[in-house]
């Protein structure tokens, strides 16, 4: 089983920037792929980013140039640098591995 913490949201002003943290627990970490998703009210969860195990990246059009995920082996970590924050990335955040989901953490973007 891999517990999943996400970390690192809250109230940004448009333009700003946030840092998104997860955390897993495990061996197992660095031999798979490891998402991104966000889900705003009223909507379904989509993925923004994605990270193999091997560091290749993927990200949704909406988030490309914005967004950056990578990943620390050695930290069973994955990060999510986001700026040029607009509203429409308010959602609860969250990361996926094997199946597993993390709790979510809220990014709001308002002035």
């Known amino acids: 089983q891999v517990q999943l913490v996400e970390s690192g949201g809250g109230l940004v002003q448009p333009g700003g920037s946030l840092r998104l943290s997860c955390a897993a627990s495990g061996s197992l970490f660095s031999m798979y792929s490891v998402g991104w998703y966000r889900q705003a009210p009223g909507t379904q969860r989509e993925l923004v980013a994605f990270i193999t195990s091997g560091g290749s990246t993927d990200y949704a059009d909406s988030v490309k140039g914005r967004f950056t995920i990578s990943r620390d082996n050695a930290k069973n970590t994955v990060y999510l640098q986001m700026i040029s924050l607009k509203p429409e990335d308010t959602a609860v955040y969250y990361c996926?591995?094997?199946?597993?989901w993390g709790q979510g953490t809220q990014v709001t973007v308002s002035s």
């Open positions: 996926k591995q094997l199946g597993f």
